[in-house]
């Protein structure tokens, strides 16, 4: 199955979605351009009104430190809205999410973004810290996606 363009592209040779009856399994999305093909580094990849709602400073030595998990949070949960769309549900759809980071200190910035994405109920939830993540050092969290949508 090919991806359409706009939402999480397989970086090697897998599908970045699969719906099996009315779920929805989603391969580990990270926070990767899709159309430009470049990672999301901080507040500046991201639009400028969805960074300065979710928190930019303005302030170089803060949004160096916060910009690049918060960028990336918040392009990796867009991405699985786009994906999950694509497949004809919603967010409030999705009821399982594993998420993985370099850094645990991590946590809390992107928890912060994810309710805004979850704001009612949030799903079922796994947290592991990795060692290191593909392509880059740069990745700082990868976020897999299980969704029922239930034949409407």
């Known amino acids: 199955m090919n991806a359409p363009p ?17 779920f929805v399994f989603l391969s580990g999305v990270i926070a990767v351009n899709p159309s430009a093909g470049l990672i999301v580094n ?7 009104e969805v960074a300065d709602s ?3 400073s303005g302030e170089f030595s803060v949004d160096i430190k916060e910009g690049p998990i918060i960028a990336q949070s ?3 949960l867009d991405s699985i809205r786009r994906t999950i769309e694509s497949a004809g549900g919603q967010m409030s759809d999705v009821f399982k999410l ?3 980071f370099k850094n645990l200190d991590h946590f ?3 928890s912060r973004v994810r309710k805004r994405f979850f704001p009612d109920a949030a799903p079922a939830s796994t947290v592991v810290e990795v060692s290191a993540m593909l392509p880059s050092p740069d990745i700082l969290i990868e976020v897999e996606a299980t969704a029922y949508l239930q034949r409407r």
């Not at 706009?6 to 599908?15: E, F, V």
């Open 6 to 22: 706009d939402i999480a592209q397989p970086l090697a040779r897998y599908a970045a979605f699969r719906q099996v009856g009315d």
């Open 54 to 56: 979710l928190g930019r």
């Open 74 to 76: 918040w392009a990796v």
């Open 98 to 100: 594993v998420q993985y």
């Open 42 to 48: 901080g507040y500046q990849d991201i639009p400028a």
């Open 108 to 110: 809390p910035h992107y």
